[in-house]
């Protein structure tokens, strides 16, 4: 039976190493399907998730990942990539679908001015935040920004590293989902951002314009694989109450 959330979450350890078992790839792929219900900047879904289960792709993987521990034993593993170049596409295919929903005949003058609202939304307001030019745009686009800031509330994040940073807000949230769903079915994670993210992208082939967000060993946990306690700094340095 799966764990309820909060088991599931307190059950997720970094998992530094798996015993030789090997996990379910269909419930590992069932896990990176809650990843995939994650919320993402914009309905935008600039993520891909790669899944590896073949062993030479997984050694290869092992010594792009510096040869870690989590790494050298996972069972599989799951690249978390930010795909922020992918956004005309899927501002398309959210047209596609708002057309698809609101293709009624007798559409209420409120809905009709959603649709409106929406696909606007995504024909105009988005080209135009993601459209750039080696990131010189992004940045006049930040300058003029800040200007109109001083006399009223603006959304500021426009250059080139703050949409990155969008892109990859949203893959890490994923691959949060992903790793409480793996915990709440007794499968062990350990999130790495210690790889070379040039040679993953080699061993993967994935193109040019995608980012790694985290790779993810998977596994069963051996009982030596958490490395300690878990260390918190204390909550209420970190609540703020207002
Ligand atoms: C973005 C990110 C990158 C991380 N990279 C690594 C890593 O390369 N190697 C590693 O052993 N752990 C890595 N970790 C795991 C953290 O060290 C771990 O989450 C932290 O120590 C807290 O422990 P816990 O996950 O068991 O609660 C990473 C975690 C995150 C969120």
Redesign the pocket.
């Given at each position: 039976m799966e764990k309820t959330v909060t088991k599931a979450i307190t059950y997720?350890?970094?998992v530094?190493k798996y015993i030789e078992i090997p996990i379910d790839s269909d419930k590992v792929k069932q896990c990176l399907e809650n990843a995939a219900l994650a919320p993402t900047s914009s309905n935008l879904q600039l993520w891909e998730f790669y899944h590896v289960t073949e062993k030479e792709t997984l050694n290869k993987l092992a010594v792009a990942?510096m040869n870690?521990n989590?790494a050298k034993t996972a069972q599989q593993m799951v690249v978390i990539v930010a795909r922020r170049d992918l956004w005309r596409k899927h501002a398309r295919e959210n047209v596609n679908y708002l057309n698809k929903v609101y293709d009624k005949p007798d559409l209420s003058e409120k809905l009709a001015k959603r649709k409106k609202l929406f696909l606007s939304y995504y024909q105009k307001l988005i080209p135009f935040l993601y459209t750039d030019v080696l990131g010189v745009l992004g940045y006049l686009k930040y300058l003029v920004f800040q200007l109109i800031g001083l006399f009223r509330p603006v959304y500021r994040q426009t250059r080139l590293s703050d949409m990155r940073i969008v892109a990859h807000k949203s893959a890490?949230l994923a691959a949060q989902n992903f790793m409480i769903s793996m915990a709440a079915i007794g499968y062990d994670t350990?999130?790495?951002?210690?790889?070379d993210t040039l040679r993953v992208k080699k061993i993967l082939q994935i193109s040019g314009g995608a980012e790694i967000t985290?790779v993810i060993a998977c596994g069963i946990r051996d009982e030596t694989g958490?490395y300690g306690p878990?260390f918190r700094v204390p909550f209420e340095q970190v609540y703020h109450i207002i």
């Open positions: 997720r350890r970094s530094r990942c870690q989590a890490a350990c999130p790495m951002e210690g790889s985290m958490v878990r």
